[in-house]
């Protein structure tokens, strides 16, 4: 595809710590660390950790046998966590990104526990606060995820660092992972308001697969973005609370495509046609950048318009809304001074 930026500068709203990570940065780290790897060369690392249509892997699959048992252990660690925070800060940087919201659950990045989360959280921050020092006009924040699958007490102890961390850098929380029938949003309803009080924005993974939670109860917790959402565009009523709300979605078009949440390019168009139709709010982004092939912003931004699904104009205008919607009040390192 060519190099060819949008004239505006970008804003990125939803980006995974592990899944934003360079595969080349990925290899460094853990042979610097002397970590033992599945495959003995990088091609082959690289094309493991990799994710498009052609795999035939949902979601969950991914998840569960290769996100979680690779990525998340490779990207973990205070010294993993820092250089991945600041390659992937800095990285967004040149390639347009003016503005990047990066998420990741420190429960996923402490070594299964070894770690200490306040340590975790600040490598974090030490990561985003260098690439901040050498892009002045980079805006930048951390969202913590807590884990659908993750205990009410595990989940509780991510936002209560949140909050610990939020003048710091830490600028919202974010609820994401794999399908569990046991998990309610309602039962955290007390917690996230503690969260909004606090001046932390809130944003929640759901309407991205079928049978993963329950859209209507994620919107029990006030939030103000939603991770994906694209399932909305099949329920009349839902697009219409989302729309009286201003309830920005966090669409990630290549990735939903990958994990077959959207079967193909003529159906993604069909749902954001649709979201514009009914005025719902709704901004373009990775998810998962450097494990999909062309998944960069710009990639995507550049995509979308020589597909002709969106005009350059409805691009601008999701970029607008991107802004407008970030978690982010300032720009700059002196954001957090």
């Known amino acids: ?25 990925l290899w460094r780290i853990a042979q610097t660390q002397g970590m033992k790897l599945a495959t003995r060369n990088f091609s082959d690392f690289k094309e493991f950790i990799t994710i498009d249509k052609s795999k035939n892997m949902d979601l969950n699959a991914y998840l569960t046998k290769i996100y979680h048992t690779t990525l998340d252990p490779l990207s973990s660690g205070t010294f993993a966590v820092e250089e991945a925070s600041y390659e992937i800060m800095s990285g967004a940087y040149r390639n347009g990104i003016k503005t990047i919201e990066l998420r990741g ?4 990045h402490n070594n299964e526990g070894k770690a200490d989360l306040d340590y975790i959280i600040l490598a974090m921050l030490r990561g985003m606060e260098r690439a ?15 884990a659908r699958e993750f205990s009410y007490e ?22 994401a992972g794999v399908a569990n029938p046991n998990f309610k949003y309602r039962d955290y309803s007390e917690i996230v308001k503690a969260a909004k009080d606090a001046g932390l924005g809130i944003t929640v993974h759901t309407g991205e697969v079928r049978d993963a939670d329950d859209m209507h109860e994620a919107l029990s917790l006030n939030p103000d973005r939603i991770g994906h959402g694209i399932l909305c565009y099949k329920d009349k009523g839902l697009m219409k609370e989302l729309s009286e ?3 920005v979605l966090e669409v990630c078009p290549l990735s939903n495509i990958a994990t077959h949440a959207v079967n193909d390019l003529s159906e993604l168009k069909l749902i954001l046609n649709t979201l514009i139709e009914n005025n719902v709010l709704f901004t373009i982004n990775t998810d ?19 597909e002709k ?16 919607a970030s978690f982010i009040k300032k720009s700059g390192i002196e954001a957090y001074l």
């Open 105 to 108: 659950n420190p429960m996923r």
């Open 245 to 247: 709300k201003k309830i």
């Open 288 to 306: 998962w950048p450097e494990i999909i092939p062309d998944a960069h912003l710009w990639r995507q931004y550049v995509m979308l318009k020589e």
């Open 132 to 146: 901040l020092l050498e892009y002045p006009d980079l805006s930048a924040g951390i969202i913590l995820c807590c």
């Open 1 to 25: 595809m060519e190099t060819k930026f949008p004239t505006y500068p970008l804003v990125e709203l939803h980006a995974h710590l592990g899944a934003s990570i360079n595969p080349a940065v």
């Open 154 to 175: 595990q989940n509780k102890i991510i936002i209560e660092k949140a909050i610990k961390y939020h003048r710091r850098g830490v600028v919202g929380i974010d609820f």
């Open 309 to 324: 699904i969106l005009s350059e104009e409805q691009l601008e205008n999701c970029t607008k809304i991107a802004q407008e």
